[in-house]
């Protein structure tokens, strides 16, 4: 997708602070962190929201969260974490790939 700024990232077109690739998903640092901890989980495949979700997506979506699972402790967050996936305008969704933001490393706040 051109102009797509996390396409740009997976495809190494932008530099990005890698945490984890595999040939399917890349995780990085989040370059305006909200936690101590923030890590953006992207799948390399370009789509928006889970309303375009068909069954490998789905499929490609578990994959990427079970890597999350496995890999968590290894990122600091082994005393636990939040999952967010923002999803149009009202959730403030501002980058039009979708992305799993993983957010930890302190005790967070739960507000609307
Ligand atoms: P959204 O608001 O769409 O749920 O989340 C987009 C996230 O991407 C934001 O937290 C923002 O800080 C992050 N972001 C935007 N551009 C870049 C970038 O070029 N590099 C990195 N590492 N993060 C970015
Ligand atoms: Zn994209």
């Given at each position: 997708m051109e102009n797509c700024i996390f396409c740009k990232i997976a495809a190494g077109e932008i530099p990005s602070a890698k945490v984890y690739e595999d040939e399917e998903i890349l995780v990085f640092k989040d370059?305006?962190?909200?936690?101590k901890i923030h890590l953006l989980c992207v799948p390399k495949e370009h789509f928006r929201t889970v309303?375009?979700?068909?069954g490998e997506r789905a499929a490609l979506l578990g994959r990427a969260l079970r890597k999350i699972g496995a890999l968590a402790p290894a990122w600091g967050l082994g005393s636990g974490y939040r999952l967010v996936i923002n999803q149009g305008e009202n959730a403030g969704q501002t980058v039009p790939h979708l992305h799993i933001h993983i957010l930890g490393g302190e005790t967070l706040s739960w507000e609307k």
């Open positions: 370059i305006n962190p909200l936690a309303a375009e979700l068909d």
